[in-house]
């Protein structure tokens, strides 16, 4: 890192070292940590995992998907999408069926009580997004968004 873009942190002296040495990466995993935790809170009262609303999501949006596509979608690997698919599928809110076209490719549906869950499922992000942005303004929100997903791509550059 050249060092014009090191910044030196004043923060109180309990305060872990990461935040002095790495503020921005710090501040990233602590507001991750903290909006999963509150998203985890809400989610379980409508007996849901996180990361399992993403899927149903989704699958709100378009339904009868190939695992693959859930993938790219979700922008999760293989076997995080196929453990979501089982504990969903043992939930009873989605079901998983062999393609027609192509016995390989694996196709996750759901179903009734999947498609009932949708409201308390957006009643609770819907929370979690009023929480998370009450003390923001449009103009901020909207500049986190964008240096969100600038940080997000490079990120995914410097993975490939």
Known sequence: MEENNK????????EVSAVREFPVSFSIFSMARSHRGLA??????????PGQEIVLM????QDHRSQNSLCRSTR????TIAKSVRRLEDAGLVISS?????????????????RDI???????WSKVEALTTEALTADEQMIFVTLARKIAASLEAAEE
């Open 76 to 79: 999760l690997d293989h076997s």
């Open 118 to 124: 949708e409201r308390r499922v957006n009643d609770a």
């Open 7 to 14: 910044h030196h942190v004043e923060v109180p002296g309990d």
């Open 58 to 61: 989704q699958l709100w949006h």
């Open 98 to 114: 062999r393609s027609e076209e192509d016995k390989r490719v694996t196709i996750v549906s759901l179903t009734q009580a999947g």
């Open 40 to 49: 985890a809170q809400l989610l379980r009262e409508a007996g849901l995992y």
